[in-house]
Protein backbone atom coordinates (compact mmCIF):
# COMPACT_ATOMS: atom_id res chain seq x y z
CA UNK A 1 0.00 0.00 0.00
CA UNK A 2 1.73 2.87 -1.10
CA UNK A 3 1.64 6.79 0.92
CA UNK A 4 -1.65 8.02 -0.69
CA UNK A 5 -3.38 4.70 -0.58
CA UNK A 6 -2.95 4.59 3.57
CA UNK A 7 -3.65 8.53 3.53
CA UNK A 8 -7.02 7.85 2.41
CA UNK A 9 -7.87 4.33 5.25
CA UNK A 10 -9.54 4.37 7.90
CA UNK A 11 -9.63 1.79 10.59
CA UNK A 12 -13.67 -0.10 10.35
CA UNK A 13 -14.77 -2.32 13.11
CA UNK A 14 -17.61 -5.04 11.98
CA UNK A 15 -19.63 -6.77 14.79
CA UNK A 16 -21.03 -10.20 13.32
CA UNK A 17 -23.96 -10.09 15.80
CA UNK A 18 -26.41 -13.33 14.54
CA UNK A 19 -28.03 -15.35 12.08
CA UNK A 20 -31.64 -16.35 11.85
CA UNK A 21 -33.24 -19.22 9.88
CA UNK A 22 -30.30 -20.57 8.83
CA UNK A 23 -30.76 -23.22 6.16
CA UNK A 24 -30.40 -27.25 7.32
CA UNK A 25 -27.21 -28.79 5.97
CA UNK A 26 -26.11 -31.78 8.68
CA UNK A 27 -28.03 -34.91 8.79
CA UNK A 28 -30.12 -34.28 11.77
CA UNK A 29 -31.45 -30.77 10.54
CA UNK A 30 -29.39 -28.00 12.10
CA UNK A 31 -25.85 -26.52 10.93
CA UNK A 32 -22.43 -25.76 12.19
CA UNK A 33 -22.41 -22.14 11.30
CA UNK A 34 -19.73 -19.79 10.98
CA UNK A 35 -18.90 -16.63 8.96
CA UNK A 36 -16.06 -15.77 6.96
CA UNK A 37 -15.38 -11.85 6.37
CA UNK A 38 -13.25 -10.80 3.55
CA UNK A 39 -11.84 -7.70 2.49
CA UNK A 40 -11.65 -6.93 -1.03
CA UNK A 41 -9.76 -4.28 -2.48
CA UNK A 42 -12.77 -3.30 -5.44
CA UNK A 43 -13.15 -1.13 -8.04
CA UNK A 44 -13.75 -3.93 -10.17
CA UNK A 45 -10.72 -6.06 -8.53
CA UNK A 46 -12.03 -9.20 -6.13
CA UNK A 47 -8.31 -9.16 -4.88
CA UNK A 48 -8.50 -10.42 -1.26
CA UNK A 49 -6.76 -8.25 1.04
CA UNK A 50 -7.51 -9.91 4.27
CA UNK A 51 -9.83 -12.42 5.92
CA UNK A 52 -11.45 -13.35 9.29
CA UNK A 53 -13.64 -16.07 10.31
CA UNK A 54 -16.14 -16.04 13.79
CA UNK A 55 -16.38 -19.09 15.50
CA UNK A 56 -18.33 -22.26 14.62
CA UNK A 57 -21.56 -22.29 16.68
CA UNK A 58 -23.07 -25.85 16.76
CA UNK A 59 -26.12 -27.66 15.87
CA UNK A 60 -27.92 -24.27 15.44
CA UNK A 61 -29.95 -22.53 12.64
CA UNK A 62 -30.27 -19.47 14.81
CA UNK A 63 -26.33 -18.66 15.75
CA UNK A 64 -25.33 -16.11 17.84
CA UNK A 65 -21.81 -14.53 17.16
CA UNK A 66 -21.29 -11.23 18.51
CA UNK A 67 -18.04 -11.41 17.81
CA UNK A 68 -15.58 -8.12 16.49
CA UNK A 69 -13.38 -7.34 13.89
CA UNK A 70 -11.45 -4.81 12.78
CA UNK A 71 -10.20 -3.65 9.32
CA UNK A 72 -8.07 -1.02 7.45
CA UNK A 73 -10.35 -0.08 4.89
CA UNK A 74 -10.93 2.69 1.86
CA UNK A 75 -14.18 3.55 2.08
CA UNK A 76 -14.38 4.80 -1.55
CA UNK A 77 -12.96 1.36 -2.99
CA UNK A 78 -13.54 -1.35 -0.49
CA UNK A 79 -15.70 -4.50 -0.51
CA UNK A 80 -16.66 -6.75 2.77
CA UNK A 81 -17.82 -10.30 1.55
CA UNK A 82 -19.76 -12.09 4.40
CA UNK A 83 -19.81 -15.67 3.73
CA UNK A 84 -21.77 -18.20 5.89
CA UNK A 85 -20.75 -22.15 5.75
CA UNK A 86 -21.94 -24.93 7.52
CA UNK A 87 -18.49 -26.56 9.03
CA UNK A 88 -18.14 -30.05 7.92
CA UNK A 89 -15.51 -32.36 9.83
CA UNK A 90 -14.72 -35.06 6.72
CA UNK A 91 -16.14 -32.94 3.63
CA UNK A 92 -15.63 -29.56 2.78
CA UNK A 93 -17.91 -26.98 4.46
CA UNK A 94 -21.42 -26.10 3.00
CA UNK A 95 -21.88 -22.64 1.82
CA UNK A 96 -25.26 -21.12 2.94
CA UNK A 97 -24.81 -17.72 1.28
CA UNK A 98 -23.66 -14.53 0.76
CA UNK A 99 -23.80 -10.42 1.48
CA UNK A 100 -21.55 -8.25 -0.42
CA UNK A 101 -21.04 -4.70 0.49
CA UNK A 102 -19.31 -2.04 -0.97
CA UNK A 103 -18.37 0.28 2.03
CA UNK A 104 -19.08 3.36 0.61
CA UNK A 105 -22.78 2.64 0.89
CA UNK A 106 -22.59 1.92 4.79
CA UNK A 107 -19.50 4.50 5.52
CA UNK A 108 -20.39 8.19 5.05
CA UNK A 109 -17.10 10.11 3.68
CA UNK A 110 -15.20 11.87 6.69
CA UNK A 111 -16.78 10.26 8.78
CA UNK A 112 -14.82 9.99 12.04
CA UNK A 113 -17.82 7.12 13.74
CA UNK A 114 -20.80 5.57 12.32
CA UNK A 115 -23.09 3.18 14.04
CA UNK A 116 -24.82 1.35 11.40
CA UNK A 117 -27.06 -1.72 12.35
CA UNK A 118 -28.70 -3.63 9.45
CA UNK A 119 -29.91 -6.98 8.92
CA UNK A 120 -28.62 -8.56 5.26
CA UNK A 121 -31.08 -11.58 3.32
CA UNK A 122 -28.00 -14.03 2.46
CA UNK A 123 -27.92 -14.37 -1.49
CA UNK A 124 -26.10 -17.59 -3.10
CA UNK A 125 -22.92 -17.26 -4.92
CA UNK A 126 -23.00 -15.32 -8.62
Do not use: C
Amino acid sequence: MDNSEQDETSILKVKIKEGIGLAKKDIFGASDPYVKITLLKGGGSMEEILSKQTKTRKKTLNPRWNESFTFRVNHGTNKLLFEVFDENKVTRDDFLGQVQIPLYIVLPENANTWNNHKDYILRPRR
